[in-house]
């Protein structure tokens, strides 16, 4: 492994320029709420998943996975990929309306989950105001094929482009629904426990406080940047005023979050990635 690899994508990538944000903590809880809609891959994660009991558990898990696949070395992307396609093949579920047997991995679940999580991240950025052009928009998912190979997809398979990404989710939509699955993870997403630290004692009668107030907003604000199609599977308006709503949102949690110390802003993994590239650029010393 080479000391300066940057792995998949690298400094000059689209993808590095959209996950420069810290704005796409929103868009991660976007795209649970859009992956609870199909039926199948919802029954694969309530089956097979302790998201109830170890919530911020797995998604420090699933953060780290996607850090480590944008800002690790070619080989640590490539290790987290194989512990992942290992794990799922593993994994079985029930069809919850046919009684079916399935694999968690098979090609359509996957595609599905990879689809809403890069179109998430690229939705929830753009709204929040970071300026690509459509050539960007396109180069991002042409390169987070690289991501789906990881998981077990053949690239070729994967949506390359926004107009493909909007096809595939024309095509896909006869399959989603509303189930009792997705009902109960929504209202879980919208108000998981928080960690103890972040707790107020219930002791003392005080179940909310700032803490619990915050992840509402977060939380809210993700639903209202889903696609008007999808929100109105979730019983509400696909209005453009929730839209524009949305967006202001997004906008003002995008600059607050800008005005923090890079240290909060960049974890360890990307900071150490931005410092292998350095090295690769740095102009050597004379002599």
């Known amino acids: 492994m080479k000391s300066d690899d940057v792995g998949l994508f690298g400094p000059g990538s689209v993808t590095w320029k959209v996950h420069e944000e810290p704005i796409l903590l929103v868009a991660g809880l976007r795209s649970l709420y859009l992956q609870a809609l199909h039926p199948r891959a919802m029954a694969g994660v309530a089956q097979n998943s302790n998201y109830r009991t170890d919530a911020w558990g797995r998604l420090v898990r699933t953060a780290t996975y996607v850090a480590t696949t944008i800002y690790g070395t070619t080989a640590e992307a490539e290790a987290a990929g194989l512990r992942l396609r290992r794990l799922h093949a593993r994994m079985r579920a029930t069809d919850p309306a046919t009684g079916e047997e399935f694999r968690i991995d098979e090609p359509d679940l996957l595609r ?6 890069i179109e998430s991240f690229l939705d929830t950025a753009r709204r929040a105001g970071l300026p690509l052009t459509g050539d960007e928009v396109d180069g991002y998912y042409t390169e987070q094929r690289r991501a789906a190979a ?3 997809l053949d690239p070729q ?3 390359g482009s926004a107009a493909e990404v909007a096809e595939y989710y024309r ?3 006869p399959e989603l629904r509303m189930t009792r699955e997705a009902a109960e993870t929504a209202l879980f997403l919208t108000a998981p426990p ?7 004692p219930v002791r003392v009668g005080l179940t909310l406080g700032p803490p619990r107030w915050a992840y509402f907003g977060i939380a ?3 639903l209202a940047l889903l696609p008007a199609w999808a929100r109105r599977m979730y ?4 209005l453009p ?3 524009l709503s949305a967006d202001l949102t997004v906008r003002a949690l995008r600059l607050a979050l800008a005005a923090l110390p890079r240290r909060y802003r960049e974890g360890p993994m990307q900071q150490a990635a931005k410092e292998r590239a350095a090295r690769l650029t740095a102009t050597p010393l004379p002599g």
Do not use: D, F, N
């Open 194 to 200: 928080l960690p103890w630290k972040l707790s107020l």
């Open 150 to 152: 990881l998981v077990g």
């Open 171 to 173: 095509r896909i939509r």
């Open 112 to 117: 599905w989950v990879h689809v809403t999580e």
């Open 235 to 238: 019983g509400g308006l696909g």
């Open 220 to 222: 809210g604000t993700a």
């Open 157 to 159: 398979t994967v949506p």
């Open 241 to 243: 005023t929730t839209a």
